[in-house]
């Protein structure tokens, strides 16, 4: 690379303004037909601007003309399940069903140290090609296989968050651990990957229905011990779940406050699902800045109900997209934001609308913000990482013909939404580095094990 750097010339996408906010101008997003981005060695973005203008002024710079496809800032999933991979697909079980038939039958498998680094090989294959460049991972019950999972995140360059997932009850004996030992496993983990690469730790209870006082009070020490350490879990996903959190919890004010009384609610928190919230639950989210993973294809394959989008949003509290995997239908983000399209419209005068706009921003720089990485990813703007996709349809496709017949951005966007598959991601970058090429996932330049940055990098 030259001392320029390397200059991109792309048609791109990316919302820098939040669309649901009211001062934010329609459509929602920024669009550009023949944009110049400067991207220097370390992989910021350090020029910005119609192709000409950045190009004149930075004449020794390469450049690589993208303008085949569309580039997409890259996707941010905030919630998905490393251990869930060879499940995905299985219909027709709410979730309490589908966990003891599917789930936790296949994440017991992960004690074995081989089978974790093969399902940690598939999982990070499936991110990369679906175009996800930041995660943040509901990790394993056993620590090595989270070892195996940082580790092959780390060999792509993968911005990701995760971290060992901990309960002592209602699960398989072998899935349990005592507050000791979750304690003990997490902190050791943390010092191998927080703050390693683009890798940071996420303190993971699975849920208060399996992780008692005990268990997530050892999470709040995690948490006070690991500092810029994130924090995730699931919350009001099911009626059934619900009531039972409630018996287990009677001393707690709702399902959020069994997290809230321990401190584990903060501006790096994101749990999932949310699906059934009380407006005292929405209010202590706010109040924290914790954020919910909005996982449309998963609350609709479990029959776990309707997300209500729109008094998340009027309670303040952040939402981004998750694809949750295994009860979801794939890794795509981009099915997630279609998914959540239909079940707002279906909604009626209880959903919230959604352009094209909202869903690009659900699926980048919500998730960015909602991971403490605004600052970092999340749009194509200066003093950002480069982390982006180019989307490019086979020719003849479906998204192939509509993109090249859209008579305006809007409809360009949304056809992405509507029709966008794997298939159509074409190139990956990560802080600059391309990660996947031509459609094939593979490191394009095999990296050395990387130093430590600071947690948020």
């Not at 950002?384 to 305006?408: E, S, V």
């Amino acid at each position: 690379m030259t001392g320029d750097g390397v200059l991109y010339r792309a048609r791109a996408f990316d919302t820098p303004d939040d669309p649901f906010a009211a001062a934010t101008a329609g459509p929602g997003f920024r669009h550009d037909d023949d944009l110049g981005l400067l991207v220097s060695g370390d992989g910021v973005i350090v020029a910005r601007g119609p192709f000409a203008t950045v190009a004149a002024a930075h004449r020794e710079a390469p450049v690589i003309d993208l303008r085949a496809g569309i580039l997409l800032p890259g996707l941010v999933d905030t919630h998905v399940h490393f251990p869930q991979v060879r499940v995905i697909g299985a219909l027709g079980m709410p979730l309490l069903e589908w966990l003891d038939r599917c789930a936790l039958p296949e994440e017991q498998h992960l004690a074995s140290p081989s089978y974790a680094a093969t399902i940690a090989g598939e999982f990070v294959a499936g991110l990369v090609s679906a175009g996800t460049t930041t995660s943040l991972v509901f990790g394993s019950h056993f620590a090595p296989a989270v070892d195996a999972l940082f580790a092959e995140a780390e060999r792509y360059g993968l911005r990701m968050t995760s971290g060992l997932v901990v309960s002592d009850r209602m699960l398989p004996e072998p899935l349990l651990t005592t507050p000791e030992r979750a304690f003990d496993e997490a902190v050791a983990l943390a010092s191998r990957w927080h703050g390693r690469d683009r890798l940071r730790y996420a303190v993971t209870p699975r849920f208060s229905l399996s992780a008692s006082d005990p268990v997530l009070a050892a999470c709040q020490a995690v948490l006070e011990s690991v500092d810029g350490a994130c924090f995730t879990s699931h919350v009001n996903e099911n009626n059934a779940e619900v009531a039972t959190v409630a018996g287990q919890f009677p001393d707690r004010a709702h399902y959020v406050d069994t997290y809230d009384h321990h401190g584990l609610l903060g501006s790096f928190s994101v749990l999932a699902h949310n699906v059934h919230p009380t407006d005292p639950e929405l209010a202590v989210m706010a109040a924290r800045g914790t954020s919910v993973a909005y996982c449309p294809t998963s609350n609709a394959a479990l029959g776990s109900g309707m997300f209500p989008l729109t008094r998340h949003l009027a309670a303040g509290v952040r939402v981004a997209l998750g694809s949750d995997v295994g009860a979801g239908t794939g890794f795509s983000i981009f099915k997630e934001g279609l998914q959540a399209y239909f079940l707002q419209h279906l909604m009626g005068p209880a959903g919230m609308p959604l352009g094209a706009g909202h869903l690009l921003h659900l699926s980048t720089a919500a998730g960015a913000a909602a991971l403490g990485l605004g600052d970092t990813v999340g749009d194509l703007s200066e003093g950002k990482q480069f982390d982006a996709i180019l989307l490019r349809p086979p020719p003849g496709t479906a998204l192939d013909i509509g993109l090249r017949h859209a008579d305006t951005p809007e409809a360009a966007l949304g056809k992405v939404f509507a029709l966008a598959s794997d298939a159509d991601v074409a190139d990956v970058w990560v802080g600059g580095e391309q990660i996947a090429s031509g459609g094939f996932v593979r490191p394009v330049t095999p990296r050395a094990p990387a130093g430590r940055r600071t947690p948020a990098g």
